[in-house]
């Protein structure tokens, strides 16, 4: 272990006497430095040393600490190159070598290979001596230097060195090899970018950034208000599904009032005719809303069934877990007696406005009326969306069994769904027939449908090959091929024929992603309404208030009279010929600095023209959010 070196006309400190408790305490040991420079701790502390001239071997005189300072000295705790160095008592455990300072900077593997690298500042320099390896610290001296070396470091920073290129530059990457890479929306405490004092924004959270698609190129004079807001076709259909979602009938007298939990029953069948086609049964179809969630299901009913063996009910438990895009879901299903007979009922999902494919293309008012015959793109699109449902279907161990035109349902725009799925193995439970051949019974209803709308004919089954030969020279060869391997029963499995169709389901794929780009198109317009209406509101709580804590000139005083002009200024603006100003984007783009409390200033002039007030956005949202908050607070009594 090494020796403390020694230090000139220093003596041996005496023995503790009793009065280091509460007088005056030892002199410290002095260390390995120039301790003549030093005050002693006692001078600082008492205001005198006990043993000054007995053996302390630090200064004495604070006069000389005072002068010291005034002139350039480094003082009390600062280091130079003069000071002795610092040889440990103790060999550290994990000595660093002295080669370390000269080590390559480190780089990260993840940086390209062209990223700029900033030169490493030594902080930290190693001395060596003869005796033992040592350590010193190195710093500036001059308070003015340190700072003007912090200021070259910010600026060298911000590539406004004198060796920085411009090439390593890059504003739009936050991660990149700079030491210090500026982010204008980071909440950093520095000295370019002062912290917000109350709450922080983007500011750009006010204004509107439409998204992919775009419509058409218009030229300003071409564009309206209407851009702003969802579109008018959208927003009717919407409309008209909510509205058929909420209607009700008083129809109490001839339907029971509930059905375990279901209720408001109201009738969707557009004709009083009974048909036993489909089920061999008379089947109806009502609306109800659910007592347990709210929802609106359909229940489709089939009159005079009784059951006969409960076990061929257990099998809508597995229908339940087919979960597909392309089908009705079912929930449940039972048997009652509230319809005055043995009935049994079944649980969908309720979509509104939608109809089968039977009155789409065959009803009263076709949807293809003038475009005869049906598009081909059309066709493929029907063709596509059932095999998704078959491909579910097939790969729970089940069968279909019901693909007909009035069981296919046309819920909106090109988008069908498989209706009435594990009715029949309910009703008609099929024992003699083995699995792949039901599957199989379920291409050639396909291929049948498909073949009726085609030709525009719901009996061209009848005619099969005038029908095949109609297909063959009003549509593509693929299109009348698949149809005619549907019909005749050639197409064994769901995957083969995915196969043979993959070209089209890609092309189905993509419209429905460019369907997805629309709507989320439209959706966006609507994305800062929640926001606008929320502001209106507290506008509506502070504004022309009569009365609030006893006061009935509270809304008049204070920052209320502020919103109040600002209010005037949105909604009553006035033009050159005192006309009044109505124009929804000066309201939107106000209310939307407002929300967002921009710094932008505005002038608020009274209603009498003698006062007028310049405010900053962010000034009146701060007002607006602490009156509300007053409002909101429980008053005293």
Sequence with gaps: MAERPSTNNRTKTPPNDGRRTGGLTASPRPKAKDSNNTLCRNITIYGYCRFDGKGCAFNHDPHSQKQNANGNSLGRGKFNVDSPSFTPSTPPKNVISPKAADAAPFTPKGHSAGTATPPVQPQFHTIATAAAPSYSLSQAVESQDTYNQSLQQSFDSLGMGENTGASNLNPYEYSSGLATQVNPYAQTHDMFYQPTQSYSIPLNYHLYAPTAPYPQKLLPFQKNIHNFFLSDNVREELQRKGEATLQTLNLSAVLPASINEYHSLVPLDTTSQKSTQSFGYASWVYKAFSTEDGNTYALRRVEG???????????????????????????????????????????????????????????????????????????????????????????????????????????????????????????????????????????????????????????????????????????????????????????????????????????????????????????TRELENGRLVRLLCKFGFINERPEYDHDIRWSETGDRYYLKLFRDYVFHSVDENNQPVVDIAHVLTCLNKLDAGVDEKVMLVSRDSLNCFVVSYKDLKRQVESTFQELTKPTRR
């Excluded at 509104?352 to 293809?368: D, Q, R, W, Y």
């Excluded at 009703?427 to 051949?437: A, K, N, V």
């Excluded at 019974?441 to 073949?451: A, Q, T, V, W």
């Excluded at 019909?487 to 389901?505: H, L, N, P, R």
């Design 305 to 523: 069934f009784r059951l006969q063996n409960e076990a061929d009910i257990r099998v809508i438990q597995r229908w339940k877990k087919v979960t597909s895009a392309n089908i009705v879901t079912v929930h449940n299903a039972w048997t009652t007696t509230k319809f005055g007979d043995s009935t049994i009922v079944f649980v969908y999902d309720y979509h509104p406005l939608s109809k089968t494919l039977a009155e789409a293309h065959f009803g009263p008012n076709p949807i293809f009326a003038q475009s005869r015959p049906v598009p081909e793109n059309v066709l493929w699109s029907y063709i596509v969306q059932l095999t998704s449902a078959l491909k579910t279907i097939h790969g729970t161990g089940l069968s279909a069994k019901i693909i007909d035109l009035s069981k296919v349902l046309l819920t909106s725009k090109m988008r069908i769904r498989l209706n009435c799925c594990g009715m029949l193995d309910v009703i008609r439970p099929d024992t003699q027939r083995t699995l792949q051949e039901s599957q199989q019974d379920d291409f050639i209803s396909l291929g049948r449908m498909m073949l009726a709308i085609a030709c525009s004919n719901p009996l061209a089954i009848h005619t099969y090959p005038k029908s095949i030969e109609y297909i063959g020279k009003q549509y593509s060869t693929h299109l009348r091929d698949t149809i005619f391997y549907l019909c005749s029963g050639q197409v064994k499995t769901v995957d083969k024929f995915a196969e043979s169709i993959a070209g089209y389901m890609l092309q189905n794929f993509n419209s429905a992603l460019h369907y997805e780009d629309t709507l989320e198109s439209e959706l």
